[in-house]
């Protein structure tokens, strides 16, 4: 593929997002698009839960966001999975990735919702694998919205770490 080719198939964002600058990514909506999550890359998978779960968010709480599954990952309870990738994947955690949840459709072609949106949920997954940022949720696991208050968030297993800045989540840790 000849160079102009090559440029055309890429998005160049000049934009700025929560005061840094984000990169340019390849921008062709094949590699984006999926069936089947077991397929993806860490960095693929943790884009699209950010997506799915956080793409209304400030930077900032999707960077939390992000955490929870390296934390969980790095957490050495089997259930959660040893790898990001398997703390996404299990079963009704991430619930953009349940069968029955409208959010599910978007994260398999993301790019089709909202294009701008899922590059930063790339670029933060990115940078969140690199280590790039430090953890802002200090440990935790779990989140959910300031609308719904699930009955595990009440669990004595749980404990409260709170609210990330002025965020839509507060954030827990597994004991």
Known sequence: MNLVKRLRNKVSLAFLAGGLALGTYDARAEEYTTT????????????RM???????????????????????????????????????????QYSCFNENDPNRKKIMNPEKYDKRSFIECLDVATRVLEGAYPDPTKGATHYHTLSSTPSWAKS??????????????IFYQEK
Request: include cysteine; glycine fraction near 8%.
């Open 36 to 47: 089947d999550f077991k397929k993806d890359t860490e960095k693929m998978i943790l884009a």
């Open 156 to 169: 004595t297993k749980i404990e409260k770490k709170g609210r990330i800045g002025d965020s839509k989540h």
């Open 50 to 92: 950010l997506f799915g779960e956080a793409r209304n968010c400030s930077r900032e709480e999707k960077i939390a966001v992000a955490y929870t599954a390296i934390n969980r990952a790095n957490d050495g309870k089997k259930w959660n999975g040893s790898t990001v990738k398997e703390a996404i994947l299990v079963p009704k």
